[in-house]
């Protein structure tokens, strides 16, 4: 027995895996990215932990809630864990199978051994066998390689959704936000409009306005109103959209600082674009996926050689129980097994050409998932930027309309002007600061979702890291 094992050693540490080998495929990345306001040298904004970006107590402790409890994270941590289960099954095929079986008859004929040396039904036997594929052509190998590919690529998936969980807690904060600063000016112009009415009814009634002018007050009321009853519902939506994200039904969700008070950094440098490449989860598991498939190619493959297996059993056989093991009862084999496919080659030749098949798409899908970073990347740069200038251009409209309201409303006021002057800069005021609002939580989103498109930081580690310094 000594001999042949020995021999199988032998070949398994000499025999080569059939199939290609997994390489990166090859990508254009560039020296910087198109959109970007600094050197390629400064150091990028994903290297932030999520914690020092997001400055707001409140939504770091909603993120947090976020990242113990959402369901679809749940999710994606018990697919780890399947892999994981898959890929212990996946070594031990390098492991001998082996099996007992047992036998106690309770009636039939009294005979020692219908074939000599060997158990039949009607003996008592107690028998163990042994199958140990030898794994000359690397299909094994070749399965446990992707069977790590689809572990790794389960942990990317993981990572994606950390991600993406984060950045939509964050997102959906900064809506909320949004809402509440809205929800403020539309009732600070209701409020407005309501002391406009009051005068134009009290000048119509004096007989010094016409009922026309009355009408239109009475219409930019109405206006006023609907616009605040449509912000409480979007308020309420976002706060339901939330809580789903926390992992809990609807609720009255906390706020920590408003819309204007949040801070961002002044400057977001993304880094080299080669580090999208292992920062980016989605990359990472498009490219175990990739490795997965052409592991799977060899897998095909050395199912179209012959399969050497080391076989054996021994066991103890009689029919009467009291001498089941003496020295007679005992008998044994072991040799060696060669199986090798014959009607099958050609379907066997189907399924190799499957497996490249998938290799190409997902070669595809990596070089698409490549391109569609470089493309997120690219537009949160440029979101970052005009948004940027975009508020700051609207906080100078806004300026200039409330002065020239306070102007319209004197005039009136006096006798000097019409209410249209006045229906026009308080209607014009109203629209530009619900789009400043706009634009502040454009900008507040589009540094979070460049973080994103990056690959930042947020991971549930770092955030264990975050708690033990608190604590």
């Known amino acids: 027995m000594r001999w042949p094992v020995i021999i199988a050693l032998s070949a398994l540490t000499t025999a080569c895996a059939v199939g290609p080998d997994y390489e990166r495929p090859a990508t254009d990345t560039g020296n910087r990215f198109r959109m970007t306001e600094t050197g390629p040298d400064a150091p990028s904004l994903a290297n932030l932990p999520w914690w020092e970006l997001l400055k707001d107590e409140q939504l770091q402790q909603l993120v947090r809630i976020a990242l113990a409890e959402n369901k679809n994270l749940h999710r ?24 007992a079986s047992a036998n106690a008859p309770a009636f039939g004929r009294k005979t020692i051994f219908l074939v ?29 390689e992707a069977a790590r590919a689809d572990l790794f690529a389960r942990e990317e998936n993981r990572r994606a959704v950390v991600l993406e969980l984060v950045s939509g807690v964050a997102e959906a904060y900064f809506n909320l936000l949004q809402f509440d600063t809205q929800l403020d000016i539309a009732k600070r112009t209701l409020q407005s409009w309501e002391e406009s009415v009051r005068i134009a009814q009290a000048r119509l009634r004096q007989g010094m306005t016409s009922k026309l002018d009355a009408d239109q007050f009475e219409a930019e009321h109405a206006n006023a109103a609907a616009r605040t009853a449509e912000l409480e519902r979007q308020m309420v939506q976002a706060e339901n959209q939330l809580s789903l994200l926390l992992g809990r039904k609807p609720f009255e969700i906390p ?4 819309l204007t008070e949040q801070s961002m950094p002044p400057d977001v ?25 052409t592991a799977r190619i060899g897998v095909a493959k050395a199912e179209r050689f012959p399969k050497v297996s080391l076989t054996g059993l021994v066991g103890v056989a009689d ?15 072991a040799g060696a097994g060669l199986t090798t496919p014959l009607l099958n080659s ?26 569609t970073a470089f493309r997120e990347v690219e537009d949160a740069l440029v979101a970052v930027r005009t948004a940027r200038e975009q508020n700051a251009a609207q906080q100078q409209q ?10 319209a409303e004197l005039r009136y006021k006096g006798g000097l002007a019409n209410y249209l002057d006045v229906l026009v800069a308080r209607r014009s005021l109203f629209e530009a600061e619900l789009a400043m609002t706009g634009s502040r939580r454009l900008h507040l989103v589009s540094v979070v979702q460049l973080y994103k498109a990056l690959g930042g930081g947020w991971s549930p580690e770092m955030a264990m890291n975050s708690q033990k310094k608190e604590g």
């Open 76 to 99: 994606a941590a018990a697919a780890v864990e399947e892999f994981q289960a898959r890929a212990f099954i996946a070594r031990t095929d390098f492991l001998p199978a082996m099996t």
């Open 116 to 144: 000599p040396g060997f158990s039949n039904p009607f003996n008592y036997y107690l028998q163990g066998n042994l199958a140990w594929e030898l794994d000359i052509w690397g299909r094994i190998r070749r399965s446990n």
């Open 255 to 258: 706020r920590g600082k408003r």
């Open 269 to 293: 440098p993304p880094g080299l674009p080669s580090e999208l490449l292992q920062r980016r989860p989605d990359i990472q598991q498009a490219e175990q996926a990739l490795a997965a498939a």
């Open 319 to 333: 029919p009467h129980l009291s001498s089941l093991f003496t020295d007679r009862s005992s008998f044994g084999v």
């Open 346 to 371: 050609q379907a066997l030749g189907f399924q190799q050409d499957a497996a490249e098949a998938l290799a190409k798409q997902s070669l595809a899908q990596y070089e698409q998932t490549v391109l």
């Open 398 to 407: 806004v300026n200039a309309l409330q002065s020239a309201l306070r102007l």
